[in-house]
């Protein structure tokens, strides 16, 4: 039986072996990097998410601060009505000194 060779000295075998080790660990591989990217991908959902809400939150603080820069400049001519009639009421009473 010189001419028979075993799967384990079969140079051919060995390298188809070989080769579907490889190709299992490449499979494996690409498993986790395609795992990565949907997780990544999540990720990036979860901020874009996060930024919109972000920016809906800003949105509302400009309406607010519009609001209270409107109402402030509503009140500031009344407010100096009120400090000129007070000013007039000061110059009419007179101080009282102890």
Do not use: Y
């Amino acid at each position: 039986m010189l001419g028979a060779t075993s799967s384990h000295t079969d140079p051919i075998k060995h390298l188809e072996n070989t080769l579907a080790k490889h190709t299992s660990m490449f499979d494996t591989i690409l498993q986790a990097i395609q795992d990565s990217e949907t997780a990544m991908e999540a990720h990036l959902g979860d901020i874009q998410v996060e930024t919109g809400l972000m920016h809906a939150d800003h949105a509302k603080l400009e309406e607010q601060v519009d609001e209270a820069e409107s109402l402030l400049a509503s009140l500031t001519p009344s407010m100096k009505n009120v400090l000129e009639q007070l000013r007039a009421l000061q110059e009419e009473v007179p101080v009282l000194r102890v």
